[in-house]
Nanobody, 127 residues
Framework: QAQLVESGGGLVQPGGSLRLSCAASGFALDLYTIGWFRQAPGKGREGVACVSSEGGATYYSDSVKGRFTISRDDAKNIVYLQMNVLKPEDTARYYC????????????????????WGHGTQVSVSS
């Protein structure tokens, strides 16, 4: 059964860092564009970082550019989201998603249906 499982969330103080992981099982990630999304209570889902199937292209939302870094290790079938200089407004549930054939912008901006979604991991930034 194909699935994505996120981990690494937690409570962190403003200015701190977290690294999220997204592990795939039941399918190989290497052909997929991968994205990290977040959703805060009462808000819509936002694509924050996406990486192309070969890692050559990335896309970041303006809200995280310069602070978050997406990377992938296809040998381990895992994608990471390094989050630095975290702010209270980064508090949300974070999801990873995988789509075959779409561009990074198309995935992050959800131009169409996405093949696989994880169930998310909670990130809370508070003092």
């Amino acid at each position: 059964q194909a699935q994505l499982v996120e981990s690494g969330g937690g409570l962190v103080q403003p200015g701190g860092s977290l690294r999220l992981s997204c592990a795939a099982s039941g399918f190989a990630l290497d052909l997929y564009t991968i994205g990290w999304f977040r959703q805060a209570p009462g808000k819509g889902r936002e694509g924050v970082a996406c990486v192309s199937s070969e890692g050559g292209a990335t896309y970041y939302s303006d809200s995280v550019k310069g602070r978050f870094t997406i990377s992938r290790d296809d040998a381990k079938n895992i994608v990471y989201l390094q989050m630095n200089v975290l702010k209270p407004e980064d508090t949300a549930r974070y999801y990873c998603a995988a789509d075959l054939g779409a561009t990074t912008q198309a995935v992050c901006q959800m131009f169409g249906p996405i093949d696989y979604w994880g169930h998310g991991t909670q990130v809370s930034v508070s003092s």
